[in-house]
């Protein structure tokens, strides 16, 4: 399957554009979902450009999308490859206006992410990766420089990042088996990011997350030479069923 990521990076700053137009507007058009999680305008436009563009440019190959997510198991089940989108990670942080949401976009295969593309409108800064072919970030001058994950041990002074609106007792449950000096507090996939580019070590999330919200930078953090697990270590696959992750951990290091 060849896949031309610049293309994928363009798309993504294309529903970036959308986004910050309504990012920057008087009126955000907020409704809420059946999982009462929050709706905008921006989530609409930018999951309508990103379709639109890739079954336009990959006619062969599936679209699973947040906002476009009614298709039934007895078909999803057979795919082999299939793009995941989030075409606005962060929805409460972009109602807050703290400009830490992203547009996420990730190719699957046989249930695992192998590219994935993060673009954050507000700071113009993009993460992507492709498995086995390496990470990078891109800055607002495209300027690119490769990922990689942080080389300290378990056993070693460490920093973690955490959810803004999603932590809680089990996180710190998870932590005290570390030597934790700093925590970073981060919205959207911009934590798993953080651990791709070596800015933390880990990541860990108790509660239930869609398999959308992690796809794009679990393929980032594994191209960048990270790790990433459900939270009873086992492999966290994609296309379940039921798409969501029940816990997952983001880390440098193997977590056994």
Same mark, same amino acid.
């Given at each position: 399957?060849?896949?031309?990521?610049?293309?994928?990076?363009?798309?993504?700053?294309? !529903?970036?554009? !959308?986004?910050?137009?309504?990012?920057?507007?008087?009126?955000?058009?907020?409704?809420? /979902?059946?999982?009462?999680?929050?709706? $905008?305008?921006?989530?609409?436009?930018?999951?309508?450009?990103?379709?639109?563009?890739? /079954?336009?440019?990959?006619?062969?190959? @599936?679209?699973?999308?947040?906002?476009?997510?009614?298709?039934?198991?007895?078909?999803?089940?057979?795919?082999?490859?299939?793009?995941?989108?989030?075409?606005?990670?962060?929805?409460? &942080?972009?109602?807050?206006?703290? +400009?830490?949401?992203?547009?996420?976009?990730?190719?699957?295969?046989?249930?695992?992410?192998?590219? +994935?593309?993060?673009?954050?409108?507000?700071? +113009?800064?993009?993460?992507?990766?492709?498995?086995?072919?390496?990470?990078?970030?891109?800055?607002?001058?495209?300027?690119? $420089?490769?990922?990689?994950?942080?080389?300290?041990? @378990?056993?070693?002074?460490?920093?973690?990042?955490?959810?803004?609106?999603?932590?809680?007792?089990?996180?710190?449950?998870?932590?005290?088996?570390?030597?934790?000096?700093?925590?970073?507090? /981060?919205?959207?996939?911009?934590?798993?990011?953080?651990?791709?580019?070596?800015?933390?070590?880990?990541?860990?999330?108790?509660?239930?997350?869609? &398999?959308?919200?992690?796809?794009?930078?679990?393929?980032?953090?594994?191209?960048?030479?990270?790790?990433?697990?459900?939270?009873?270590?086992?492999?966290?696959?994609?296309?379940?069923?039921?798409?969501?992750?029940? +816990?997952?951990?983001?880390?440098?290091? @193997?977590?056994?």
């Amino acid at each position: 399957m060849q896949i031309d990521i610049q293309k994928i990076i363009n798309i993504s700053k294309e !529903a970036g554009k !959308a986004i910050l137009d309504v990012y920057n507007s008087d009126d955000f058009n907020i409704e809420s /979902k059946d999982d009462n999680s929050p709706l $905008t305008l921006a989530d609409k436009k930018s999951h309508e450009i990103i379709s639109n563009f890739l /079954k336009g440019e990959y006619p062969e190959i @599936p679209v699973l999308s947040e906002e476009g997510k009614e298709i039934d198991f007895n078909e999803r089940k057979n795919w082999e490859y299939f793009w995941l989108v989030d075409p606005l990670d962060g929805t409460k &942080e972009f109602i807050k206006r703290n +400009g830490e949401f992203t547009v996420n976009i990730a190719l699957i295969k046989n249930h695992t992410p192998i590219l +994935g593309v993060i673009f954050v409108p507000v700071t +113009g800064e993009l993460y992507f990766g492709k498995v086995e072919e390496g990470a990078f970030k891109q800055n607002t001058d495209n300027v690119e $420089t490769e990922l990689k994950v942080s080389s300290k041990s @378990p056993q070693d002074e460490l920093i973690v990042v955490q959810s803004r609106s999603h932590s809680g007792e089990e996180e710190n449950e998870f932590y005290s088996n570390y030597k934790i000096v700093d925590r970073i507090s /981060k919205g959207s996939s911009l934590k798993i990011c953080m651990v791709a580019e070596g800015k933390a070590e880990i990541y860990f999330r108790s509660g239930p997350t869609w &398999e959308w919200d992690t796809a794009a930078g679990h393929a980032i953090l594994n191209a960048a030479g990270g790790h990433f697990v459900n939270k009873n270590f086992t492999p966290l696959v994609y296309n379940k069923e039921v798409i969501k992750n029940f +816990g997952f951990i983001a880390s440098s290091f @193997p977590i056994k």
